[in-house]
């Protein structure tokens, strides 16, 4: 009895834990095209608003809510459209591609969507 209880947690846990795994793999990429993601989230200077370390001169970052949990997506190839220096803009909508590199996820946009005001 104790072990089905001892296996019924481990299958738990495992569930909880493949959970945003298995949500990334609705669009899985492909060979030729990789998936675009949209995220939403507040768009901020990577190292004067979010002091990541290591980031280099200004770099666009958009932060991400994931239930408790904010993850920073290193923006390449966004236009810029605000100075995000020292303050940040909520709500904004970015779509592009996401690699990890350097354990740092970063997209690169292909369209970047300020909140309507
Ligand atoms: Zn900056």
Redesign the pocket.
Known sequence: MRIVLLGLMVLGMTAVVNLPMARAEKTPPTATQPAEVTLTGSLA?A??ELHENGARG?QDALVVKNGDREIVYFLTGAPKHANV?HTHIDGVTVKGVVTVRNGRQWVAVSSLELPKK
Request: proline fraction near 0%; glycine fraction near 0%; hydrophobic fraction near 20%.
């Open positions: 200077c190292v004067c200004h220096c």
